[in-house]
């Protein structure tokens, strides 16, 4: 019938992405950003012109979320935006100046995190990590 939590699978995922989430989030402090603006500004140094929808795929919020975090994003002078060249309904989302150096600072901090992560799992426990947290993705897929 029930399952003690410390069978459950899903409470052990989410234990360590909250614990990874905080990590960074204290990570980034000196950079000003939170976790959710670092993905989005680095997804757009990456992706410049990107529309708000795509942005929203790659950083895994729904589009309601990333229009909140543009709109916040754009108030603090880190992205412009404009209308499309070609679909004028569609909004192209740009780094500023100010949010190439934020983005910069940022990426330098969350890269150092990641690699104390990465340090404590060797490169074949990383590889395992990796596939076993993909069959999650896989499962939870099916399941949704």
């Known amino acids: 019938m029930g ?5 459950r699978l899903g409470l052990h995922l989410k ?4 614990a990874v989430m905080t ?5 980034l402090s000196g950079s000003d950003l939170t976790v959710p603006q670092y993905a989005a500004l680095a997804v757009l140094a990456e ?3 990107i529309s708000g929808a795509a942005l929203a795929r790659a950083c895994l919020v729904t589009p309601q979320a990333m229009a ?3 709109k916040n994003l754009q108030e603090i002078g880190l992205i412009e935006r404009s209308p ?5 309904r569609m909004l192209e989302t740009r780094l ?4 190439q150096a934020a983005v910069r600072i940022a990426e330098a ?3 150092a995190f990641e690699r104390r992560l990465a340090a404590e799992f060797t490169a074949a426990e990383q590889d395992t990590l990796r596939a076993l947290l993909a069959r999650c993705v896989q499962v939870a897929g099916r399941e949704a």
């Open 68 to 70: 909140a975090l543009l």
């Open 47 to 49: 992706n410049p012109g």
């Open 109 to 111: 901090q969350a890269v």
């Open 3 to 7: 399952m003690p939590p410390e069978d």
């Open 23 to 27: 990590a960074k989030a204290a990570a």
């Open 15 to 18: 234990r360590a992405e909250q």
């Open 84 to 88: 499309h060249p070609w679909h004028q």
């Open 96 to 99: 500023t100046p100010d949010g």
